[in-house]
């Protein structure tokens, strides 16, 4: 976990850990408890390097013209009958 911590820090994940340290000194002063649900996610999910934010949830996915040539020749159709 600490290594979690310490490494892959990057601008995003910065600005997260601002906006949820932001949140919860506001839900704290304000004595708004409820807020302090998305304020600490937001603090956890940047120490701990979790969640869509950091990159962790996206998808990778080739888009070479080759990959889509060999997607459509690979397609084949069938002829469906209809019944009378």
Do not use: H
């Not at 600490?40 to 998808?59: E, K, M, P, Q």
């Amino acid at each position: 976990m600490r290594q979690r911590i310490l490494s892959g820090w990057n601008f995003m994940r910065i600005i997260w850990l601002m906006m949820g340290i932001g949140i919860v000194i506001q839900a704290v002063t304000e004595k708004n408890f409820l807020m302090l649900i998305p304020g600490l996610y937001f603090v956890f999910a940047s120490l701990a390097n979790i969640g869509c934010f950091a990159g962790s949830c996206a998808t990778s996915f080739d888009t070479s013209k080759n990959n889509k040539k060999q997607v459509i020749k690979d397609i084949e159709y069938e002829e469906i009958q209809s019944k009378k």
